[in-house]
């Protein structure tokens, strides 16, 4: 494992995926991966029960991971991983709810879903998929990323900041990059050592009522 991001949902972290596979760390971790991979559902509500080894059997053979459900684990997983960067994508906290509230939030509490996921997901019955996601949310990233409840705005809000806020503080200034979308290849490439590509930096906005999977 070489990189490990530890931003929310929404706050770039489908465009970050997609920009570390074309530099290499491939493959990526993100929430998506679950309706490719379901049954590693089992590994991280496992891990929420306090079995943390098997969060490096949900990752193996992975050299990097962003947003959900790794994030609920971002303390384990620098421990585990100690070489590995950390990258903390952020944005605006008003715009950052706006956009929960309209994707994630909005799936958590009403299971939708199952229409797009059959769009993306034609092989497959989109009802366990959306199950699926359901079940990671509320018995991983609810408890452990929001206090148990997502029904208030100033309180998921204050989840969000404590938690960069933690991530700051607590991770070395050397290890830690932290990252808004917009900012281009340039920053990301020189905490990562690589080269620029000619290419322009993905752009991708996929909601959860899209279901690529929670990031942007």
């Not at 997609?18 to 089992?42: I, M, N, R, W």
């Not at 509500?45 to 684990?73: C, H, I, K, M, Q």
């Not at 008003?94 to 797009?116: D, F, P, Q």
């Not at 997502?150 to 809000?157: G, P």
Request: a negative charge.
């Amino acid at each position: 494992m070489d990189v490990i991001g530890v931003g929310f949902g929404r706050t770039g972290t489908l465009s970050l995926q997609a920009a570390l596979v074309q530099l290499g760390f491939d493959p990526c971790y993100h929430f998506s991966t679950l309706f490719e991979e379901p049954d590693h559902a089992k590994y991280w509500l496992a891990a929420a029960e306090n079995d943390v080894s098997s969060l490096r059997t949900a990752l193996d053979g992975y050299r990097a991971s962003v947003e959900w459900p790794g994030t609920a684990f971002w303390r384990e997983l620098m421990q585990e991983y100690p070489n590995a960067k950390i990258i903390l994508t952020t944005r605006d906290s008003a715009a950052w709810y706006e956009s929960m509230e309209k994707t994630i939030l909005n799936v958590l509490r009403r299971g939708e879903g199952s229409t797009a996921l059959a769009t993306h997901f034609p092989d497959r019955p989109a009802e366990p998929l959306v199950q699926t996601a359901t079940l990671v949310g509320h018995r991983v990233i609810v408890p452990r990323c929001f206090d148990g409840r997502i029904d208030d705005r100033d309180h998921v809000i204050a989840c969000y900041e404590r938690h960069n806020e933690a991530v700051r503080r607590e991770v070395p200034a050397d290890r830690l990059l932290e990252y808004q979308p917009g900012q281009g290849w340039e920053p990301l490439c020189r905490f990562l050592g690589v080269a620029v590509p000619d290419n322009p930096y993905p752009h991708l906005n996929e909601r959860p009522s899209d279901l690529r999977g929670p990031g942007r």
